[in-house]
């Protein structure tokens, strides 16, 4: 059975650092490309950060560039997103997915993923 699960989220104060990381199970991690999302309350789910399969291709939502660093590790099936110097709009709830074989700009739309992870909340105190 496909699975992602997050972890690492947690409270952190403005111009803090927080690494989120996601798992992979029950799937070609490999034949995926990952991407990060997240969700605030009374917001709808927006794209943060994506990388191809082979980790040779990111993309970032404009306001997190700079800032924030999404990389993989295929040998563990692992994504990892490491997001710096964070303000307290960056507060959400952070979802990893998966998009079978994506490897274009279209990784930024959330229907493009197949599978989801529960979330691991966020919060970036001021």
């Known amino acids: 059975q496909e699975q992602l699960v997050e972890s690492g989220g947690g409270l952190v104060q403005a111009g803090g650092s927080l690494r989120v990381s996601c798992a992979a199970s029950?799937?070609?991690?490999?034949?995926?490309?990952m991407g990060w999302f997240r969700q605030a309350p009374g917001k709808e789910r927006e794209f943060v950060a994506a990388i191809t399969w082979s980790g040779d291709t990111t993309y970032y939502a404009d306001s997190v560039k700079g800032r924030f660093t999404i990389s993989r590790d295929n040998a563990k099936n692992m994504v990892y997103l490491q997001m710096n110097s964070l303000k307290p709009e960056d507060t959400a709830n952070y979802y990893c997915?998966?998009?079978?074989?994506?490897?274009?700009?279209?990784?930024?739309?959330?229907?493009?993923?197949?599978?989801w992870g529960q979330g691991t909340q966020v919060t970036v105190s001021s």
């Open positions: 997915a998966a998009d079978l074989y994506g490897s274009d700009s279209s990784m930024t739309n959330l229907q493009k993923y197949e599978y």
């Open positions: 029950g799937l070609t991690f490999r034949r995926f490309a």
